[in-house]
């Protein structure tokens, strides 16, 4: 007998509890977060007076080689914990630890395109295009323009950066005709509904050649089902930063300038297609303002934005796409019926320079807001109103700070603390953060550290996750942090329901109540911050966690079964990691466990009994709630007699006392 308590106690100590994320894990898969390519984040950590306190992770290394246009992505959940996925014009694909910066993989998938094309700017040529993550098969998606080859679609094990299988598509192979004198650019963000991937393609700088606007559809499961759109219009390029948005079904493009005429052909456009990519040529699924001709004479592009699909709760129609125009014009369109050419729901001057970026949009108790970067010295607001037809006004503006990125936009709920964060890109090359509401400063750039290099106009750049963001310059990804609590372990307590109402034994102290059938025990462990995942395990005594530890908001619940009295328990809490990635040290927590010592003195002796029969017959209340030794929600002499049955028992309660014994012993 002996000997088998022995063997389990043994046991139970090389036993590790189970492993459990309970909390969402948070990833910033495509450009702007959302398929809407709103821009909004919701960061529980900024608020608007941590928001002020940003400052630069000056530990985070985020060394990478090459250009960089494209937005970076944040994956997490995979074997090396957090990550930062960067891509670059030299055809370099990196995943960066998210709290070091340091690399985990990295994979160079072709020599990128230096010499040999008609027209353009971007020299070396890879990657340009923001990427998107598809989490259920966890791979990476983007286009790669190669030396020798052109355009390849590639699909890469975000976890290892090894090529999937089937990979990549060339894709004047698989689109015949496609890019046959190399005009055809891809800079524009991808997008994945369903399990299609959707590639957007416009011209060069310099709008040479017979480069069309495109979205070649690619099935993510089959990469040889390859399907394409092409705007019958010359040129008609997709080629806004934020690319292609999407409403769950059907995406939405916006193009640019094309070859003018008679008839709208695809230029200076709003178009819907579904699943495909198809166009119908429907009125519903396309909208060019009247002046499509003119604004193609006039390079004034539609396209230097993709547009973003905006929810406007009260107005009618409600579900609305949002385009604005190299001429500084905004218009809003009823996304489930387009309206051909024609007048849109409202249009409205908005800025004096053209714009050419990727806006982002928010609500507040105000209302509805859209924000974008007008030119290289203002970033501008308008609202949307909630009537019928809803309308624009315009809002706050900042000017001064110079440089020109895409703006997004953080919120500690979808409504409160809203902050709208530009980069002074190619500009003052420093964040900015001004409240969504007023435009008043929050961050107005930090110090010496909070500089960075290598920022490009017009792109975006920069997320949001957990307390961090994150921004992609030429070389380098930087790493900014606001401050957060940190993780402390602030009560232990021990929980046993007595017939429909718990109580609470906190630890240290003594358990006396029985566990039992199965001598199981509940320890609630209560954290200073909300957590994300955690471990618990027996680290000494006998008993076993039972179950995974279940996690809600800043609370875990570790099950015990097999926890024998007359002992004391160790359970040690590991790898408790919070909201902010924190944590905890390996922490145990001990309990002892003598049913019956209804007074906590560590014995049980007649005392126990005699307090156990003084509260026979009354309530069970916090104040008598040891008495009711069996938990079932009355005081009887059940519970006298489970004292009595343990009558004699006892434990040493501290570390101290049992030295003191063993010494004792040592010195006979
Ligand atoms: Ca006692
Ligand atoms: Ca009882």
Redesign the pocket.
Known sequence: MKNSILTKAICCVVIVGSILTANASVNVTQHHNNLSRDGLYIVPAFTQAASANLTRDTGFNGTIVGTVYAQPLYVEGGPSGPMVIAVTNSNNVYALNATTGAIIWQRNVGTAVTSGLPCGNINPLGITGTPVIDLASRSLFFNAEVAGIGHQIFSLNVDTGAINAGWPVTVSSAVPGFDSDRSQSQRAALTIVGNTLYVPYGGRFGDCGSYRGRVVGVQINNPASVMVYSTTSSRAGIWGPGGIASDGTNIFVTTGNGSGGATWNGSEAVIRLQPGPVFSGSTTDYWAPINWAALDSGDTDLGGSGPILVDVPGATPSALAVALGKDGMAYLLNRNNLGGVGTPLAQLSVNTGTIIQAAASYRTAMGTYVVFRGSSSATRTFRINAANPPSITTTWAVTGASGRSSPIVTSTDGTNNSVVWVVGSAGDQRLHGYHGDTGAVIFGGGGANELMTGTRGYNANTIAARNHLYVAGDNKVFSFSVPVAAMQLTSVVSRKDHGGTSYDIPLPGVECRSGGENNDYTLVFTFSNNLESGNASVTSGVGTVSGSPVIAGNTMTVNLTGVTTAQSITVTLQSVTDQFLQTLPDTPVTMTVLV??????????A??VAQTKGQVGIEVSAANFRNDVNANGSINGSDVALVKSHLGEGVSTSVKSSVKNRNRVAKK
Do not use: P
């Not at 019956?596 to 002796?605: E, F, I, M, R, Y």
């Open positions: 019956g010592d209804t007074n906590a003195n560590s014995a049980v002796n005392t126990d």
